[in-house]
């Protein structure tokens, strides 16, 4: 015993290695980031873009001020007549660069979503399913599928605007330097401020309200979901208004929790505006006294006066984008938890070819288990299955059959003991093999197989992508679907999946025996089809997969074995009566 | 109103005070003590500004979370109330969790609208109008200018706005099916993977992305051109106006003052309607988050998927005739009744006919999916069947149609056991005591002990969605529910599956004395053959497929 688990160890260890410390939420962010390092020239292109049209506000501002006050001088009217173009050049320009600072800025972020993408996808390839077995509910696949697709936002609205925001303030705050350095100071000062004083204040209140929110909008959520779930039975009971009083009770704490946030809320803006009313003041003040002191002209004095708001108003857009933060910074830590898993199981550097078949299994002192830290959800007593013999799994849930499962077909790598491909030539370890070489061989029909959001042919045809519309017929047909298809209104074109029409748990595992058919496997794993399934249903289901499946070699896994004749199994094993026991 | 007056009035001041200090400094020569009331002046206008700011968004808060409260609580009422009418359509998970997502976090769009949108949309009315008023006193010509510009801003944004609406409707269409389909590839890839597929899969999803962008950016050139114009008008006219005032300052028409004070007023003119423009994506979604309430309430197609899914089955309209309050000794009719399920070729049940009479047990019986629970919900009300009739017949010798009595006051008269009873988290008294607020302790204690719960302490409690007790006793829960509701009508739908013999044979025991005792018109839902055992009568129902099982 204790040998065997100095063994297990060594091959977990293995993949122990390759898990990295989880990444802090800047650190995560910044990985991310980077992730749009092709896109680079064209961020570029935005920032560019967009500094100029920042520019050209403060220009408008500040040529325009020192227009009206050279023009005070009454000069000769030629004198004003670069600046008077300036104005006007500033004037257009502002909306041409903000257009084109908007349209580079989007190319650029559906680029970064289509790099997001693929990578992520490319991850989550490998993991799947057995290193995303929390993902098995829809929910949380739905999240990490927005949380890579709202990370695309992280350049848009949070990098952009800072990068521009920053270089238009800091050749702003350079240029009033050399004229009223007291001025360029002040302004300089309330730019940081509001740029990063204030985020960090308003995300703090934001984030302390969240949470004074949330335990009331939990309750309400709780709520609901029981008043949705009894409903029916509650409105016939006459307890409907009872329980709607409660929830009521409930929202009225939700909303007083948010009105209290209000002041909170505000502070954003008072800040702000006390900055910007600060560098309007001191810029003001600065001028004069440089005034009194003769540093500077007179008409100089109109444009540090008047410039802060201008640039006040460019950074001033920093507040609301900085919210984005602790969103994007959440996304960016749940992708990178999930994509920095260790791959469930390890390829061979060099795969051995596979055997000539007809195949048949051999299991020896087979174990698994989903992560190195947790105790073996699976252990085999030794198993012979002959080609075209069959093998029955049997055992409460929990004992390991979809384990096993996930073992076969290469998803999950084992722990201790091995499986065997046997061939009519020799026989490999499938660790020998590459994953696709195996799961060619070896097919798997899951207890909740996939539908895809496109039209019957198409879900089958996945299975073998070169395969005619007859051939997919008759794969339909050995699955015993012809009628269901001729049924639907456009027969085997008819969308399914999301956007069409809805299948029934028997339709579905039946579409998954029609793709295993197609792919014409030699081995099929069959796990739990009888799940959810009512009683005449699934025996006549799984009369219907053990008919179509005659002749190939026939993994059938359930916890439902008295549905099943008991004269076709080869070999059975009962994972619940614990080790060793083995019947045949 | 009155904040975005006096927002209007501050930003008058502050050009005022500011164009008078510079002009003062530079060609007055004054020093800091000649312009002392000046700058005091000018750092209190600076402060209020950034003060009404901050009343602004309290304001604003305190309204949106006003005005959140309510839609929440009229959706809750509605779902609660009016939903199971269309065959508990709101039951599914998906479902349920798309009415939790928008009564609890889907609402929040609205913070942004009455946050950013509805006051900019006020100052948007007031600040142009106080800010061409005041400059009116100051300089015509430089007034004209933004009295022609300014109508521009919203006429070019309602052009190309609604040039580019059904773009943009098409456009997040075309985003959410992208979602959809990543969603799609990333749910499916362990089958993808069984089949080997799943590395093709990886060129797909940059194509179809990239395609996607090809095709948003050029809806996009056009939708960013309403964005354009503009920020086009009011920095065009504010050139203008400069250039102008410039010109005449040359000529002496106006001082320098005047000219400041024009200077600075002029954008003023324009801020609120620019920011107008970029807060009316803010709007739109907090329109989009009120509309699907409103969907809901209203149980539009357009509403979502909730109300269209709704909408695939018949309501019930509230048809409230004269309540007929005394049902006692009643029985129930029930004539060719069919229900073709929504999405299906499939009627079931299809033309079943029974009568229940008081004191009588009837059981329906037939194998899975001939519409046994169906019928059960027409008889209750909660759904209205394609064919066939309902109806009670009173001991007075009247006859009513069960969709033509208030459906309040019929589910005083029916007690009703589902096949799979919530319960709630509270107490097991509580939970007993569901439809029969009043009823005493022990008379609790009686209707657990009648269906075998009598170990079960009615003080202890249960929680979310039932855990702390086994299916068994949940469904036990449920039928001592019904048996302390004084009905005239007794429904139960498999009220002894998964029981042990013993305690199967002591609810229906209780339910065989109802009958008798209380003269209780018994429906009785069942497959075993004890339950079948105690029925008067036992009538088959059967449904008509046109499609495979």
Redesign the interface.
């Known amino acids: 015993m204790n040998a065997d688990r100095g063994g297990e160890r060594l091959t977990a260890g293995t993949t122990v290695v390759h898990a990295p410390s989880p990444p802090g939420p800047a650190a995560a962010l910044w990985r991310v980031a980077l992730i749009g390092r092709p896109v680079f020239g064209r961020m570029l292109l935005a920032v560019a873009a967009g500094v100029a049209a920042a520019g050209?506000?403060i220009g408008?501002?500040a040529?325009?001020?020192w227009?009206?006050?050279?023009?005070?001088e009454?000069?000769p009217?030629l004198y004003?007549m670069v600046?008077?173009t300036g104005?006007?050049f500033?004037?257009?320009s502002?909306?041409?660069f903000?257009?084109a600072e908007?349209?580079a800025g989007?190319?650029a972020a559906?680029?970064v979503?289509?790099k997001l993408?693929?990578r992520a996808?490319?991850r989550?390839?490998h993991l799947?399913?057995a290193g995303l077995a929390e993902f098995r509910s829809?929910?949380l696949?739905?999240r990490?599928?927005?949380d890579?697709?709202g990370l695309a936002d992280l350049w848009l609205r949070l990098l952009l605007p800072y990068l521009i925001a920053g270089v238009a303030a800091s050749v702003t705050v350079a240029a009033i330097w050399f004229a009223v350095p007291g001025a360029a100071v002040a302004l300089g000062a309330t730019l940081l401020f509001v740029a990063f004083v204030i985020p960090i204040f308003t995300i703090k209140i934001a984030h302390r309200a969240e949470r004074r929110i949330s335990g009331a909008?939990g309750e309400?959520?709780?709520a609901?979901?029981?008043?949705?779930?009894?409903?029916?039975?509650?409105?016939?009971?006459?307890?409907?208004e009872?329980?709607?009083a409660a929830?009521?009770a409930i929202?009225?704490r939700?909303?007083?929790a948010?009105?209290r946030?209000?002041?909170g809320?505000?502070?954003?803006?008072?800040?702000?505006?006390?900055a910007?009313?600060?560098a309007?003041?001191l810029g003001?003040?600065a001028?004069?006294?440089a005034?009194?002191a003769g540093s500077i002209e007179?008409?100089t004095?109109?444009v540090v006066?008047?410039t802060p708001?201008a640039v006040h108003?460019v950074v001033g857009g920093l507040v609301p984008a900085s919210q984005h933060l602790p969103g994007l910074a959440a996304m960016a830590e749940r992708l990178l938890d999930i994509t920095s898993r260790p791959d469930p199981v390890t390829e061979p550097a060099i795969p051995d070819p596979l055997p000539v078949g007809p195949y048949g299994l051999r299991c020896r002192g087979l174990r698994a288990r989903y992560s190195s830290g947790d105790p073996d959800a699976l252990q085999l007593p030794d198993i012979d299955l002959r080609p075209g013999e069959r093998l029955l799994v049997t055992g409460p849930s929990g004992s390991g059959k979809s384990t096993f499962a996930a073992v076969l077909?290469r998803?999950l790598e084992s722990s201790g003991g091995s499986v065997e491909l046997v061939g009519s030539d020799r026989s490999v370890d499938i660790r020998r093999l590459s994953g696709?070489d195996v799961?060619?061989v070896i097919?798997?029909c899951?207890q909740d197989?996939?539908v895809?959001?496109t039209s019957v042919a198409e879900n089958v045809r996945?299975?073998?992508?070169d395969s005619t519309d007859e051939q997919v017929e008759v794969a339909l047909a050995a699955a015993?679907?012809t009628?269901?298809v001729d049924?639907l209104p456009e027969g085997l074109s008819t969308p399914v999946?999301?956007?069409g029409?809805?299948l029934s748990g028997?339709q579905r595992q039946r579409l998954?025996l029609a793709?295993a058919l197609l792919?014409d496997a030699p081995v099929v794993v069959f796990d739990e089809p009888t799940e959810h399934l009512?009683?005449?249903?699934a025996t006549?289901l799984v009369a219907d997969l053990l008919a179509a499946t005659t002749g190939r070699t026939v993994v059938m896994i359930t916890h439902r074995p008295e549905l099943i004749d008991s004269a076709t199994w080869a070999v059975r094993v009962d994972l619940g009566a614990g080790i060793g026991s083995e019947a045949s | 109103m009155a904040l975005g007056l006096t927002t209007a009035l501050l930003a008058v001041a502050q050009a005022w005070l500011?164009a008078t200090?510079?002009?003062s400094?530079?060609?007055g020569g004054a020093?800091?003590t000649a312009?002392r009331l000046t700058?005091l002046a000018?750092?209190v206008v600076?402060?209020a500004?950034?003060?009404?700011?901050?009343?602004?968004?309290?304001?604003?808060?305190?309204c949106?979370?006003?005005v959140?409260?309510s839609l929440?609580?009229q959706l809750?009422?509605h779902?609660?109330?009016q939903?199971?009418d269309v065959g508990?359509s709101?039951?599914s998970d998906r479902a349920?969790?798309e009415?939790?997502a928008l009564?609890?976090?889907g609402l929040d769009s609205l913070d942004a609208y009455f946050?950013r949108y509805l006051p900019q949309a006020v100052l948007a009315m007031i600040v142009p109008l106080v800010v061409i008023a005041t400059m009116a006193t100051a300089d015509l010509v430089a007034t004209l200018t933004v009295v022609l510009t300014v109508p521009l801003i919203p006429f070019f944004m309602a052009l190309i706005g609604s040039a580019t609406v059904r773009r943009r409707k098409r456009r997040w269409e075309a985003l959410a099916r992208l979602?959809?389909?990543?969603?799609?590839?990333?749910?499916?890839?362990?089958?993808?993977?069984?089949?080997?597929?799943?590395?093709?899969?990886?060129g797909r999803?940059?194509r179809v992305?990239?395609d996607?962008?090809q095709e948003?950016?050029a809806t996009?050139?056009v939708a960013?051109?309403s964005?354009?114009?503009?920020?086009?008008a009011a920095?065009?006219?504010?050139?203008?106006v400069?250039?102008g005032?410039?010109?005449r300052?040359?000529d002496?028409q106006i001082?320098?003052r005047t000219?400041?004070f024009v200077?600075?007023l002029a954008?003023e003119a324009y801020?609120p309607l620019r920011q107008l423009g970029a807060g009316f994506h803010a709007s739109e979604e907090g329109m989009e988050a009120a509309s699907r309430v409103f969907g809901i309430l209203e149980g539009t197609p357009d509403g979502g998927p909730v109300s269209s899914r709704a909408t695939g089955n018949h309501e019930v309209e509230p048809t409230h005739s004269p309540v007929t309050s005394d049902l006692s000794g009643a029985e129930m009719r029930i004539e060719g009744l069919t229900v073709r399920q929504p999405?299906r070729?499939l009627d079931a049940p299809f033309e079943a006919s029974l009568v229940i009479r008081p004191g009588e047990i009837v059981a329906i019986a037939g194998?899975?999916?001939v519409g046994k629970s169906t019928l059960i919900?027409v008889l209750?009300g909660?759904r209205r069947a394609d064919a066939g009739s309902v109806s009670i017949a009173t001991t007075d010798g009247r006859t009513v149609a069960i969709e033509d009595i208030d459906?309040?006051e019929w589910?005083?008269h029916?007690?009703?056991v589902?096949q799979h009873?919530?319960c709630?988290?509270g107490t097991v008294a509580e939970n007993v005591r569901?439809?029969a607020?009043d009823a005493s302790d022990t008379a609790v204690r009686a209707v657990l002990a009648a269906v075998d719960l009598a170990e079960l302490d009615p003080s202890s409690s249960i929680g979310?969605?039932g855990s702390g007790l086994s299916s068994g006793q949940r469904r036990r829960v449920?039928v001592a529910?019904a048996l302390l509701?004084n009905g005239d009508f007794l429904i139960l739908d498999e009220p002894t599956a998964g029981l042990d013999a013993a305690s199967e044979e002591t609810v229906l025991a209780s339910v065989r004395s109802a009958a008798r005792d209380r003269h209780l018109a018994v429906l009785l839902v069942a497959h075993r053959p004890a339950a079948l055992a105690i029925a008067d009568r036992v009538v088959t129902i059967a449904a008509r497929s046109?499609?495979?099982?």
């Not at chain 1, 809320?265 to 505006?273: D, T």
């Not at chain 1, 996945?462 to 992508?465: E, M, Q």
């Not at chain 1, 009512?534 to 249903?537: C, I, Q, R």
């Not at chain 2, 959809?180 to 089949?195: A, E, K, Q, W, Y």
């Open positions: 050209a506000a408008l501002t040529t325009s001020a227009l009206i006050s050279r023009a005070a009454r000069p009217v004003l600046a008077v104005v006007r500033f004037g257009v502002r909306g041409v903000r257009y908007r349209l989007h190319d559906f680029r979503l289509a993408r693929s996808y490319a989550l390839e799947a399913p829809g929910d696949l739905a990490l599928v927005e890579v697709d909008r309400l959520a709780a609901t979901l029981e008043i949705l779930a009894g409903a029916s039975e509650l409105l016939v009971a006459g307890a409907t009872t329980r709607l929830l009521t929202d009225r939700l909303a007083a948010e009105a946030t209000s002041a809320s505000g502070l954003g803006a008072l800040l702000s505006g006390l910007s009313g600060a309007i003041w003001l003040v001028g004069i006294a005034l009194r007179g008409v004095l109109a006066a008047l708001i108003e077909v998803f696709d799961r060619r097919c798997l899951a197989p996939h895809f959001d996945l299975a073998r992508p015993q679907l009628a269901w049924s999946g999301e956007h029409a809805r028997g998954s793709r792919a009512d009683e005449e249903t006549a | 500011l200090a510079v002009s400094a530079f060609l020093d800091f312009l700058l000018l750092a600076l402060g500004r950034a003060g009404v700011a901050w009343a602004q968004e309290s304001v604003a808060r305190r949106s979370a006003a959140k409260s929440r609580m809750l009422r779902v609660a109330t939903l199971p508990g709101l039951q349920s969790g009415v939790v009564a609890t976090r946050g979602s959809g389909h990543f969603l799609d590839v990333v749910s499916g890839l362990p089958t993808l993977r069984v089949f080997g597929r799943s590395e093709a899969q990886l999803l940059e992305t990239d996607y962008r948003s950016m996009l050139r960013f051109l964005a354009f114009a503009l920020e086009l920095t065009l006219s504010v050139a203008l400069a250039v005032v410039g010109l300052l040359v002496g001082d320098l000219g400041l200077l600075i954008p801020l999405g070729a194998p899975s999916g919900d209750l909660l459906r309040v589910h005083r029916v007690a009703w589902p009873p919530y709630f988290p569901l439809g607020p979310e969605a449920g529910r509701r046109e499609e495979p099982a």
